[in-house]
Structure formats: C-alpha cells, structure tokens
C-alpha cells in the first residue's frame, strides 16, 4: 500500500477522494464553483461530514450550476433548510447563491475563474515539499490574499483557512507529503 498523507486513510471514501482528487490542478469552473460551495459548508465541521453529504450537495445546488444557483429564490432557499442531504445553516446555504452571483461575475469579467484564481499564482502550483502533517499551514499569505479578493467582490465563507483548503484541494497548492506518491504525481499532471 502506498504512503498516502495520512489524514486520508480514515474511510474509503477519504482514500478516494486523496487519491483522485485532492491536490490535482483543477481548471474546471463547475468543479472549482463545487469546492468553493462544499469548503465553505465545512467551516466548523469535518471534511468528512461533507464528504459524506456530497451527493446531497449536487442534488439540492443544481450539480453546482452556478448560474442555476445564482437564479435560486428565496424560497428554494428556505426549502434547503429541510434538506437533510446538505448543512442546514442558513447563512451557509445562502452563501450558495451570493456566491454564485460572484463567481458568475468574475466569469464575466475575467473569461472564467479559473483565469481569474490561477493568474494568483501564474498559472503553476505551489508545490511545497512537507515531511510530516505538522508542517502543513492551515492559512498562507497567498490564501490571505485570495481571501480578500474574494471578499472585496462580496463572497462569503471564505476566510484565509477556507481558502488554504480550498487552493489545496484545487491544486492551486499541492501539500501532499514528500512520502506520498501523489505528491509527484500531482506535478505532473
């Protein structure tokens, strides 16, 4: 068995998730509006938690259309709220659409946002060399930085150590150990 990073052995899913997601490039704009959602409804909770709840995500925010969500009414809004599929935190949920009508802006306005997040770092990713879990950050001046972009255009749940989760995730910084394989995998992708 591989040396993967060690926070993902917990469950098979987790193992999944490492191994076929985490810490690839990701240039997609649907799967970066996803991780956006997704990151934001884990503030406070296991990644687990949302792991978990993923499908329950797609279904009750369009498969992450962020045009679809950015058209949701109050009242699809509230609906959420029952959907046990999903976080049930109204702040959360609302934060979908804020943030899809954001996301839908920079699109506009950059060509995607893809452009737009990868131009923070010119297009290549961070590829940091940590031996062990306890050197990994939980925040960066680039997820600074990212942060305040993202709050100046009038996202929400997106503070400094939402975004290092997020630009990990992405690709956008790959923090997979040394000893994992996928650490050079990931660069090469």
């Known amino acids: 068995m591989p040396a993967r990073c060690p926070w993902s052995l917990s469950t098979p899913e987790y193992i999944a998730y490492h191994d076929d997601e985490w810490g690839r490039p ?15 409804a884990q503030a406070g909770l296991s990644w687990r938690t949302i792991l978990e709840k993923r499908a329950g995500y797609r279904r009750a925010f369009a498969d992450f259309d962020p045009a679809k969500v950015a058209r949701f009414s109050d009242a699809r809004l509230e609906k959420l709220m029952l959907d046990p599929g999903i976080v049930r ?3 959360k949920i ?9 996301f839908l802006d920079i699109q506009r306005e950059f060509g995607s946002f893809d452009a737009w997040l990868w131009a923070f770092v010119d297009g290549r990713p961070i590829v940091n060399r940590f031996t062990g879990p306890a050197e990994v950050p939980a925040r960066t001046e680039l997820s600074d930085r990212i942060s305040k972009a993202l709050a100046k255009r009038g996202f929400k749940f997106i503070g400094s150590t939402i975004i290092y989760a997020y630009l990990q995730a992405m690709g956008v910084v790959n923090d997979h150990l040394l000893s994992c394989p996928w650490h050079r995998r990931c660069q090469n992708d």
């Open 26 to 40: 990701q240039h997609d704009d649907r799967v970066l509006f996803e991780f956006l959602i997704l990151e934001g």
């Open 94 to 102: 609302a934060s979908a659409r804020t943030n899809a009508r954001a």
């Open 89 to 91: 935190n109204r702040l």
